[in-house]
């Protein structure tokens, strides 16, 4: 879990718009404050990052990741405690999930899909279909009039792959 209650608030804004993230994870000796979906890294900066050194140890650990293949965003903590900052930040986390999502799905769709990536695809169908009536709506800073990530998702897999009726 996380260490202090602005990391554990952010958190939980994260966890409740369904984001795969993990707390607290090292990374070739690199603790990152939150890892999403095994490529983004989410560090949360309190005032002890606004020093010299502290911004030089940042900048360093910040290439090594990207090096690494990682995606680095960066908060202030004040900004989580802020409902508006901390929404649009979550929100941009969520469109760059969403659009890495979409890049390895046009991916696929350029590749024919082996019998064990079929049967992935169609359960995570399942899993959307399962709940997408279901959204999480414990987020005191979601906006009802906004479609969900996951609707989203599910309106982009039966556009770009249709599911054929069995007979």
Not at 49 to 60: E, N, V
Not at 84 to 95: A, C, G, I, T, Y
Not at 103 to 121: F, I, M, N, Y
Request: glycine letters at 2%.
């Amino acid at each position: 879990m996380a260490e202090n209650k602005t990391e554990r608030r952010l958190h939980r804004a994260m966890a409740s718009r369904n984001l795969p993230v993990r707390s607290n994870v090292n990374i070739q000796g690199y603790e990152v404050d939150f890892l999403l979906d095994d490529r983004v890294v989410v560090e949360v900066d309190g005032y002890h990052h606004l020093s010299r050194d502290g911004q030089k140890r940042d900048a360093r650990k910040d290439r090594q990741l990207r090096h690494l293949g990682y995606r680095v965003y960066r908060i202030p903590a004040e900004h989580v405690w802020i409902t508006p900052e901390r929404r649009s930040f979550v929100q941009k986390l969520q469109l760059h999930l969403q659009a890495e999502e979409a890049a390895l799905q046009r991916d696929e769709a350029l590749q024919p899909l082996s019998g064990e990536d079929r049967a992935k695809l169609q359960r995570l169908r399942e899993h959307l279909h399962a709940t997408k009536r279901t959204e999480d709506t414990t987020d005191a800073d979601a906006e009802p009039e906004e479609e969900s990530p996951r609707s989203q998702l599910w309106r982009h897999l039966e556009r770009h792959f249709p599911q054929r009726k069995q007979r």
